[in-house]
């Protein structure tokens, strides 16, 4: 009996939250029109050890999808729950993810209502993987993680992340008028700069112009970098993916390897990205300092008054400005993304020529972050 209550006394623990959560109830609120209800959460391991995401349990249809398996301490992943509405009115769905630093499954809720069900859907969707045309069926066996690839099945696990990213190659040419450029961007007169670059790389970005223009004026930015500057790389397209998170500006050759392995493919899932990537921000921000997204998209995708709601409501204690760089011609596209950078207080600008278009982006930083 004493030992049957020493245990009890103790279990608490051994049950301590290790993850913490942008949220864990998910209210999306009225959604007047929609075929595939989504929402996200971002996941931070707030502890010194390695965490793994073991298996999402949740109602008939309701998929569960991940970036990451396995979250190094302080690392962070996105999670998106996913179904297809059957009728319209009001929904809630029960999640219990269980991951190896708590006994007890970690509890989401994803709610909110919707008035008209589409009954088909031809925007583009945040997909993590391809769409499924057989019922999801529940299994409730943990998930083993392991070191050869495994068959892919239909159960609503949370799916196997990609690789790390290699870094390999040769370290990129320094420019003759690298030491002039350093000096004018100077720490003297530009405050420290945390800049998250989101990288729209889906397939209409395919085109002979479009990702050229927009990796040699990465590229020029990078060369500028200064030691007191953090850059970070999302890219997305079919899904979000995160290549680098808060990396020094004087690691150079990682971020010049990182844009060059760049490539288009993919559908867009631009709304997640945007706001995965203000959780980044504010994760890294600096006081005082320049706490910038800059967004390299030819617009493809619609950010709705939901999702700006949801930013809004996220900056009332770190405030992110996000840029939007346009590329194409499609005037739709392009006010889309000047309707984006409206309301993150930033700046619109337009590549569609390859001269020039090395020197804008930095320009930009420098009226952002200038003392």
Known sequence: MIKLFYFLLFLPLFSISQISFSEQYIDLGNIKEAYEIKGDVVLTNTSSKKIFLMRADADQGVKIYTTKKTLLPNDTCLLVISFIPEHNGKFKKKINLVSTDKETPYELTLAGNI?????????ACVYFGKRKT???????????????PVKRDNSNKLPRSSEPLIITGTPKPELPLKEVVIDKFSKENYKPNNILFLLDISSSMRDSLKLPIMKTALHRLIDAARDIDTISLVTYASKVNLLSEAIC?????????????LKAKGMTSGRTAILFSQLLSQK???????????MASDGEFKFERDDFLTWKKRQQEKKIIITTVAFGEDKTALRNLKDIANKGE????HLNQKSGSEE?????IKLRSKK
């Open 249 to 261: 500006g004087t690691n150079k050759q990682n971020l010049h390897t990182l844009v060059d392995s």
């Open 115 to 123: 008035a008209t069900v589409k009954t088909n859907d031809k925007m």
């Open 284 to 294: 890294h921000f600096i006081e005082e300092g320049n706490n910038q997204i800059i």
């Open 360 to 364: 804008t982006l930095l320009e930009e």
């Open 134 to 148: 057989n019922p999801v069926s529940i299994n409730e066996e943990p998930i083993v993680i392991p070191n050869t």
């Open 346 to 349: 930033g700046s619109f600008i």
